[in-house]
């Protein structure tokens, strides 16, 4: 018996471009089909404000094909097809992406004195759009999240033969690298500083204590800052903590603790954190010492006085909860970033809350993130593993994208190499210099980065190259290249960001400071310096073998 035939179901619904092809196999909108009935897309609800965005204005000016085109691609991803795009990133790909090629497309239809169709969209169109682009005079990275979005309706277009798509050499339809080290021109939040994090949390605790009142009434800015004490204490992202489930607190092995079970949407993945239940002592969170708050009874408490809303709640927002009654008209609404960036801006005038320049201080999600990351990092004694396992990251993007120098790193970058210089080489090197592991030291009791303690010696070697009163001569020059290459030595022993931030500066100084210029000024000699330094190469001075001392992090204070 024959293999029988399956025919495919076509859903009807889906939008459809109503095109046909030439002679030449070039595509070629239908005539009656522009412009649509309707020109007005509808997004439903969304994170952002925008509830519809409307196509009109770009029909009748000699770019209807395009258009079309791009509206009808719109209402296809906001149905599921071709892409699993949110709603907010649609509404983006309009707002940032489409206003500007099809503002540029009309400009183009001008200039050359036609129609434009969707054969037009090719490298040459693409490279003007960016040209345009950058004529506005915009941040780089704005033009690359303006073209991005643009790239992602065309890109889908193309993908399914609407316009012809090269994918390489020079005339590739897309160039492959249009914004060459555009992440160097962008500088990412920054942790609050332990000052900054300290009054942040001491104004949430002070802010939400009507939350506990039996007679409070549940308004936007008290949702805020409840959801900001969550953020402080478990370094999650705005998206999920703004759609926060009220099945959000989920069983753990322990009897003590509960998890946090948020959605990732761009992860497609559950983000799962662990918390303290609630006990008899009121247990601080070990993550945030500043903060005596237990985030479990916190959410348990929102959700007890929101849950007679989520009966109210429209579909959309049904089981959310940062459910609260709009003022303006009495309906039920949930948080969205617009009313969080507004409940941050109170927080900030009413507490008063200044950075370290006496401004008002920046807050959003994405800092509190980072100061999470920080404050574990720094509370697990560095442990990178840790780390990015509490913000549900590889250790490779949790030490690129949240952790910051230390603050001895910050010092040791800001080394005044001049002034070094002619400590080092002034001709007062005499009997007063005591020797040390690193060379000689001209007080190492009372000294620049000595403890000043009675009886006690100063220890604190990695401060030896940026400390006035360290000097090196041509017989210190072995136990100057021994620390040199245990300094090296401790690449392979860590994560290779941490030691770019805390170690690479010293090799580097070594050579163009200490070196070069005792070479130049005929205080060394070239062959003193090769011998030294390959005899530490291969036989280490034992202050600074290995086996003798497993971490230089012993000498940092």
Not at 17 to 39: F, M, Q, R, Y
Not at 287 to 296: L, S
Not at 340 to 348: A, C, E, K, P, S
């Amino acid at each position: 018996m024959g293999k029988r035939k399956v025919f495919t179901k076509t859903d009807l619904s889906v939008p459809q471009i109503e095109h046909s092809l030439d002679t030449i196999g070039n595509v070629v909108i239908l005539p009656e089909a522009i412009p649509p009935k309707n020109t007005m897309v509808t997004f439903g609800h969304n994170s952002t404000n925008t509830r519809g965005f409307d196509f009109a204005r770009w029909y009748g000016v000699e770019v209807d094909a395009i258009t079309y085109a791009c509206q009808r691609q719109i209402e296809r991803f906001l149905v599921g097809q071709d892409s699993t795009a949110s709603i907010t990133t649609v509404v983006s790909y309009c707002n940032s992406g489409l206003c500007r090629f099809l503002d540029y497309c009309v400009l183009q239809a001008m200039a050359f004195e036609r129609t434009l169709t969707l054969n037009d969209v090719n490298r040459m169109l693409i490279d003007g759009y960016l040209g345009h682009l950058f004529g506005q005079g915009t941040a780089t990275t704005n033009q690359k999240s303006c073209y991005a979005k643009t790239k992602s309706v065309l890109l889908a277009l193309a993908q399914r033969g609407l316009f012809p798509l090269v994918t390489s050499g020079d005339e590739a339809t897309f160039p492959r690298n249009p914004f060459p080290n555009s992440n160097r021109k962008s500088k990412g939040e920054t942790a609050l500083s332990k000052r900054e994090r300290q009054g942040v949390a001491a104004a949430l605790r002070q802010a939400i204590k009507p939350l506990w009142n039996d007679d409070t009434i549940i308004t936007g800015d008290l949702l805020v800052f409840a959801l900001l004490v969550i953020a402080l204490h478990t370094g999650r992202n705005t998206t999920p903590l703004l759609e926060m489930g009220r099945n959000c607190l989920r069983p753990h092995p322990k009897d003590d603790t509960v998890f946090l079970v948020l959605w990732k949407r761009r992860g497609y993945n559950f983000s799962k954190v662990a918390l303290r239940a609630e006990s008899k002592g009121d247990r601080v969170l070990e993550a945030m010492p500043a903060v005596r708050i237990n985030v479990e009874r916190l959410i348990r408490r929102v959700m007890a006085l929101t849950e007679p809303l989520d009966l109210e709640a429209p579909g959309s927002f049904k089981g959310r909860v940062w459910l609260y009654r709009n003022p303006s008209n009495n309906k039920v609404v949930t948080l969205q970033e617009n009313t969080l960036n507004r409940g941050i801006g109170r927080l900030v005038v009413d507490h008063g809350l200044k950075d370290s320049d006496g401004k008002p201080l920046r807050i959003n999600i994405s800092r509190l993130r980072k100061t999470f990351a920080n404050r574990i990092f720094e509370l697990t004694d560095g442990d990178l593993a840790i780390t990015a396992s509490a913000l549900g990251n590889t250790p490779r993007v949790a030490d690129q994208n949240y952790l910051a120098p230390s603050e001895s790193a910050r010092r040791n970058w800001q080394f005044m190499g001049e002034i070094l210089v002619e400590e080092l080489l002034a001709a007062t090197i005499g009997a007063t210099y005591k020797e040390n592991p690193l060379g000689r030291c001209a007080d190492p009791v009372n000294g620049q980065f000595a403890p000043k303690r009675e009886g006690a010696t100063c220890m604190n070697f990695m401060n030896c190259l940026r400390c006035k009163h360290y000097v090196v001569t041509a017989e210190d020059l072995y136990k100057l290249f021994s620390f040199y290459f245990r300094v090296l030595a401790e690449r392979s022993r860590m994560d290779k960001r941490r030691w770019a931030r805390e170690y690479a500066h010293i090799p580097r100084l070594i050579d163009h400071y200490i070196i070069a210029e005792g070479l130049r000024r005929g205080t060394f000699k070239a062959a003193a310096v090769d011998d030294a330094r390959e005899h530490a190469r291969t036989q280490p001075h034992p202050f600074w073998s290995v086996d003798l001392i497993d971490s230089l992090e012993a000498f940092y204070e």
